[in-house]
C-alpha cells in the first residue's frame, strides 16, 4: 500500500531529501554544474535535472554563469539563491548592540552598531532592539518583514522557567520579566534568545577550531570570564541556563565571595578575568600600563606578553602568570567534563595566540589528570554576532530549504 505525503519512503520525502542535499552541497561548494552535483549526489542526469528545475522554479536556486577552461561549450552552473531568506543576529553588551542581516548563504549583507552607554538605558530596551536590527536591515537595502528568523545573544540567560535573564546584573534594563513578551509583540518574526559565550562555541563549531568536534570547551574572556560546554555535539546550558558560568567558580589564589549572584563577583572572575590583568601587570613591575576600557587594556597586556622574548620581561612574566590563573579554572572544568577539546576565545585570550594557549597547556597538564588539546578561537571577528547569525540561519535553511510541503 503507497504511504501518505509524508511518510517516510515516499516520493515527496525522497525529492525532498534530494533537494536539501543537493542545496547543502551548493552551499559548501558554491556554483556547481548539473553533472557534477548529479556525481556528488549519486542521481542520474535526468533526476538531477528535474531536482535542479524544481528548485529553479521555487526561488531556491539561480542559474548563473558557465564552467571555463574545458574543450567545448561550457556547462550551466547553479548556486543558491542569496534572497531566498534572510536571518539576523543580534550581540548586546552593557555599551551596544551590534546587529547584522545575513542572506541564506551566510554572506553578511548589512551591520549596524547601536551605542548604549550608561547605567541605565536612554530608550527601552524593546526600542533599543528594534532600532539596532532596522539599521541592520537598512543597511541590508530591505525592511524588517524579509527577515526570517532573529536571534539575540546577551550576557547571562533567560531562565526558561521564568523568563527573566539571570546572570547578568551589569546589563541595565534587560531584567523586565514582561521583556520577552513585549519584544515578541513588537518584532514580525521568531525570536530566539542565546547566551553570547554559547554563540561564540556556535561560531567555532560551524565555521573555526571546532569544527568536527562533538564534545569542547570554550573558554571566553573579554568583558566578562565565561565558558560554553559542548557536550555530544549539543550546548549544554543547565537547568536555568547557567551552564558555564564559571567566573562564579571558586579558585585557590581569589576571596572566597559569598552571595555572589547579588555582588556580580566570584572567585575565577577576580583571578583571572579581564579587568585583573591591569592591576596584576602593575605588581609584577610592568611600567607602561595602557589606560581604558579593561578589555583593551587586558588585550594590549596580553598581546605584550606573546611577543616578549625574555624570560626575565615583566611582559612575559605577566602572561606566564596569566596562564597560571587561566590553568586553574580550567582544571575543575576539564576535570569533571573531560572534553576533547578547549578553545580559548574572547580578546583577552586570542591576544595571546600559541604563546598563551602553550602556556595554559603547560600548566594544565600538572593540574588535571585529563588531556585536553587546546586551540586559539579562530573565529575572532565579532565571534557571539557569527555566531548568532549561523543559529539564525540553521534553523531558516531548516525551514525554507524543506521542499515537502
Not at 548589512?110 to 547605567?119: D, S
Amino acid at each position: 500500500m503507497a504511504g501518505t505525503a509524508g511518510t517516510p519512503g515516499t516520493p515527496r520525502v525522497l525529492r525532498a531529501m534530494n533537494d536539501r542535499a543537493a542545496l547543502d552541497l551548493l552551499l559548501a561548494h558554491g556554483p556547481l554544474s548539473r553533472t557534477r552535483i548529479g556525481k556528488l549526489t549519486g542521481l542520474s542526469k535526468p533526476t538531477a535535472s528535474q531536482l535542479l528545475a524544481r528548485l529553479e522554479a521555487a526561488g531556491l536556486v539561480l542559474a548563473g554563469g558557465t564552467t571555463e577552461g574545458r574543450p567545448g561549450p561550457g556547462a550551466q552552473l547553479y548556486e543558491v539563491n542569496p534572497a531566498a531568506a534572510y536571518a539576523a543576529g543580534l550581540d548586546v553588551t552593557p555599551g551596544r548592540i551590534l546587529a547584522a542581516v545575513a542572506d541564506v548563504t551566510g554572506r553578511t549583507v548589512g551591520r549596524y552598531e547601536l551605542p548604549t552607554p550608561g547605567r541605565r538605558p536612554a530608550a527601552p530596551v524593546v526600542q533599543q532592539v528594534t532600532d539596532a536590527l532596522d539599521g541592520a536591515v537598512k543597511a541590508a537595502g530591505l525592511d524588517r518583514g524579509a527577515v526570517h528568523r532573529l536571534v539575540i545573544g546577551t550576557p547571562g540567560a533567560f531562565d526558561p522557567g521564568t523568563g527573566r535573564l539571570r546572570y547578568a546584573s551589569h546589563l541595565p534594563g534587560w531584567h523586565s520579566p514582561a521583556l520577552l513578551d513585549d519584544l515578541a509583540a513588537a518584532l514580525p518574526m521568531p525570536v530566539e534568545y542565546e547566551n553570547d559565550v554559547n554563540l561564540a562555541a556556535v561560531a567555532e563549531q560551524r565555521l573555526g577550531a571546532a569544527r568536527g568536534h562533538e564534545d569542547f570547551v570554550l573558554l571566553w574572556n573579554q568583558e566578562g570570564l565565561g565558558a560554553a560546554l559542548v557536550l555530544g555535539g549539543r550546548l549544554h546550558r543547565g537547568w536555568t541556563g547557567g551552564a558555564g558560568e564559571v567566573g562564579f567558580l571558586p579558585v585557590p589564589g581569589a576571596p572566597l565571595v559569598r552571595k555572589v549572584s547579588r555582588t556580580g563577583s566570584g572567585g575565577f572572575q577576580e583571578l583571572a578575568g579581564s579587568q585583573a590583568l591591569a592591576g596584576l601587570a602593575r605588581e609584577l613591575g610592568v611600567a607602561d600600563v595602557p589606560s581604558g576600557p579593561y578589555p583593551e587594556v587586558a588585550a594590549a597586556l596580553v598581546a605584550r606578553g606573546a611577543r616578549a622574548g625574555r624570560d626575565d620581561d615583566p611582559h612575559r612574566l605577566l602572561l606566564r602568570t596569566y596562564a597560571t590563573r587561566l590553568a586553574t579554572g580550567l582544571a575543575s572544568l576539564v576535570s569533571v567534563l573531560d572534553p576533547e577539546l578547549v578553545v580559548l576565545s574572547g580578546t583577552s585570550l586570542t591576544a595571546g595566540g600559541e604563546a598563551l594557549r602553550d602556556l595554559v597547556r603547560d600548566e594544565l597538564e600538572e593540574l588535571a589528570a585529563s588531556r585536553p588539546r587546546l586551540a586559539v578561537g579562530e573565529v575572532t571577528g565579532h565571534p557571539v554576532l557569527r555566531g548568532a547569525l549561523e543559529s539564525a540561519l540553521a534553523t531558516t535553511r531548516d525551514e525554507v530549504f524543506d521542499t515537502s510541503r
